[in-house]
């Protein structure tokens, strides 16, 4: 390794968005060293060499090419429609990635108006502009996006480390794992045992408050948020913001069928699920069934 | 002559046409915002449990607030429904401090990323470097994620409570980031301990202090800016307290004569997407200075009496309440009463039908959200934010609050800095 390696050069641009991953990118508490390798082109807050002004003037080369939020053909930066931004910077990227759900799927905008897709994505079908680009964009979904996920992949792309992605080009790495992993509440999903209400540390939250976490992809509960919890953690349950299909319907109650959760943990056949809970439920075990810290026992 | 300036470095675009005399004194600016999603049409048909994740979405920097004040909006169409709901203390006060941790970090973020960054470019002084604050802005984010699981877009807080249910671990780890945000606050921001820096403002002695805010100070003293920014001297609070400032005198406010124009917006001819938020028919500022005031802070006060509504007092305004913020979460840890239950299970949604409204203090300023529910499902629903308070755009006769503040600035960057002391969000703005 060269003893001063060149700095990634990278543009931050951002489609129809709320800012929440930009914000949640400045909460990694590494983001020091990480920068210390990193040029930022163009930023929407952080110092870099060209504003948004010049950067749609002169739409430059770039190690890396990072867009947030969704995207929609006609909506304007700086005065110039999304489609003489976004393909012409693509095209001369190194690297592209969609970060957070709206850049990945569509997200919660594409909800209000059918021609926002995301930049690889449209939901589930590969149907953004940048479909011909596959190969070079990496999908970070997620709504926001975690710091961490993002400063990896990005110190993933200085290192020259081959990133494996799945399905939805999702590095595999982050998109393995399931929400549900690392949840503090397993043992209370292992033996079926719900949840009574909200704002308890007992219970699981999949069969009554709508936890998605079972079937949602992604490091929630093994690399936590802000580095000290998670939604599940808090108890509130997974919305599945990292899967094309967010934001579904009623998320704070579990859909059911014939009193079993209508979706299934991933990978698990119903028959299998039915199996294994009706021998779960049969046993009584007294020390899930009360509270996890008794003052008075 | 007519200049379109963009206005960058903001939460999202702002772009301000100005009307500038030869001398390039500003004579007027119309503040336009571009980007519009839809944010309330997307609400509606759906469960109104659902708005506690969907609107979060409006605001990277303030979703905390908009998941609050949707949550209040709950609560008060259950009361308008005719059931009760019980908040123990325990859940009013943590959702307490998480809503003034994502004020805090706002404020320090404006500092550093917007004020010192864009007063020093005017300058041609290198920027400071925004980093330090970042590293301390990510600890007040996750004082905030101890109790709602994660900063940003949390939906933690539900009709009835919240979903979290800390023990004296997590308030122990959030005191220790407390006292290290403070030290940070007193010694690199004010340069002075937090207990002091009223008295300084008080005492008109708070430019002589050494921290990066009175570098900011200095800057605006440079540029000929600190008694710039003027504006109506119309003040509104509507979360915190309901009460409004003008000619001197504090009055009780009544939310119903809050109202949206939108005659300037694309919809109507016009060629903005921004709405302007007018109470009683007039413009009316919202946010740090509004609070201080109204709030009566003593330090606020003070300057007020002595520079009226110029950038000064309402950059000190936005610190001051930074300070106020960090000691309110203090003592709200300190006492947090853990035996409570976090929440309290209320009727099903499904069986409410009414009119709710949730008002808060936003980064901002007073955020509304009102909708209609019938059978747990949203019918109709709308979004006022801080900023289309104090960012209106209005005609030459009626000027918005900020509009009025850049008028005779000397020239059109200096008028956008004004701009700025408002801390403009676009997303906001324009949901």
């Known amino acids: 390794m060269p003893s001063n390696p060149a700095k990634l050069r990278v543009i931050w641009l951002q489609g129809i968005t709320c800012n929440g991953n930009t914000h949640s990118f400045l909460n990694d508490p590494s983001l020091g060293s990480l920068l210390e390798s990193v040029e930022f082109i163009h930023h929407p807050l952080l110092p870099c060499t060209k504003s948004l002004s010049e950067l749609v003037k002169k739409l430059p080369k770039s190690d890396l090419l990072i867009f947030e939020g969704s995207y929609r053909a006609d909506f304007e930066r700086a005065g110039v429609p999304m489609e003489n931004i976004l393909l012409p910077l693509a095209v001369k990227a190194k690297h592209i990635i969609a970060l957070g759900s709206c850049a990945s799927f569509g997200g919660i905008f594409k909800e209000g108006d059918d021609r926002i897709t995301g930049i690889l994505f449209d939901k589930e079908e590969m149907g953004g502009p940048l479909r011909d680009l596959s190969k070079k964009v990496i999908v970070l979904s997620g709504c926001p996006i975690h710091p961490k996920w993002l400063s990896f992949v990005m110190e993933m792309i200085i290192q020259g480390i081959k990133i494996g992605v799945d399905e939805y080009h999702r590095p595999k790495e982050l998109y393995s794992y399931l929400v549900h992993n690392g949840c503090l509440r397993n043992e209370y999903f292992e033996w079926k045992v719900d949840s009574e209400r909200f704002g308890t540390k007992e219970g699981c939250l999949f069969y009554a408050q709508g936890c998605q976490g079972p079937f949602t992809h992604g490091s929630c509960n093994k690399i936590l948020w802000n580095e000290v919890s998670s939604k599940t953690r808090a108890g509130a349950p997974c919305v599945g913001c990292t899967e094309p299909s967010f934001p579904k319907r009623e998320l704070f109650s579990t859909k059911t069928y014939m009193s079993i959760p209508a979706e299934m943990p991933l990978g698990v056949p119903k028959r299998s699920y039915l199996a294994l809970a009706g021998a779960a439920k049969s046993f009584h075990i007294k020390r899930l069934e009360g509270k996890l810290i008794d003052d008075n026992a | ?431």
């Open chain 2, 1 to 431: 002559m007519i200049t379109h300036e963009l206005i960058e470095r903001i939460e999202g675009e702002a772009v301000l046409d100005f009307k500038t005399a030869k001398s390039g004194v500003v004579e007027h600016a119309d503040i336009r915002f571009l980007h519009f999603r839809g944010m309330e049409s997307i609400l509606e048909g759906r469960n109104a449990l659902d708005a506690l994740v969907i609107a979060p979405r409006v605001c990277g920097i303030c979703g905390h607030s908009h998941l609050i004040a949707a949550v209040r909006m709950i609560e008060n169409a259950y009361i308008d429904a005719g059931f009760s709901l019980t908040i123990t203390p325990k859940a009013q006060a943590i959702r307490e401090i998480t809503l003034n941790c994502e004020l805090i970090q706002n404020h320090l973020k404006w500092l550093y990323l917007v004020m010192l960054h864009e007063s020093g470019k005017l300058l041609a002084e290198e920027p400071p470097v925004a980093l330090k604050a970042l590293y301390v802005t990510s600890q007040v984010n996750q004082l905030c994620a101890l109790f709602s699981g994660q900063w940003p877009h949390s939906s933690y807080a539900l009709p009835g409570g919240v979903t979290c249910d800390p023990t004296h671990i997590e308030v122990m780890q959030a005191l220790k980031l407390l006292s290290e945000v403070e030290q940070f606050v007193a010694k690199e921001v004010l340069g002075c301990p937090l207990e002091k820096f009223e008295l300084h403002l008080k005492s008109d002695s708070h430019r002589v202090l050494e921290g990066d805010f009175s570098t900011l100070l200095n800057h605006f003293e440079r540029l000929n800016l600190l008694d710039a920014g003027k504006t109506h001297g119309r003040f509104l609070v509507l979360g915190s307290q309901s009460a409004i400032l003008s000619n001197g005198e504090i009055r009780n406010a009544d939310a119903d004569l809050v109202s949206e124009d939108s005659s300037q917006t694309f919809a109507q001819g016009g060629n903005t997407y921004a709405k302007n938020a007018l109470y009683n028919g007039d413009f009316y500022e919202s946010g740090p200075l509004a609070r201080a005031l109204i709030g009566e802070r003593e330090g606020i006060t003070a300057l007020y009496q002595q520079y009226s509504d110029s950038a000064q007092t309402r950059l000190c305004a936005r610190m001051d309440e930074t300070v106020k913020l960090i000691s309110d979460v203090r003592y709200l840890l300190k006492n947090l009463d853990l035996s409570q239950p976090s929440f309290v299970t209320p009727t099903a949604i499904e069986y409410i039908s009414g009119t709710g409204i949730g008002i808060i203090e936003a980064p901002r300023g007073s955020l509304i959200h009102r909708a209609r529910i019938e059978k747990g499902k949203i019918v109709s629903y709308s979004i006022i934010t801080p900023t289309q308070w104090n960012l209106g755009s209005g005609s030459p006769t009626n000027l918005g609050v900020a509009q009025r503040a850049m008028i005779g600035v000397e020239s059109i960057a200096k008028a956008s800095l004004i701009f700025r002391t408002f801390d403009v969000c676009s997303v906001c703005t324009t949901h």
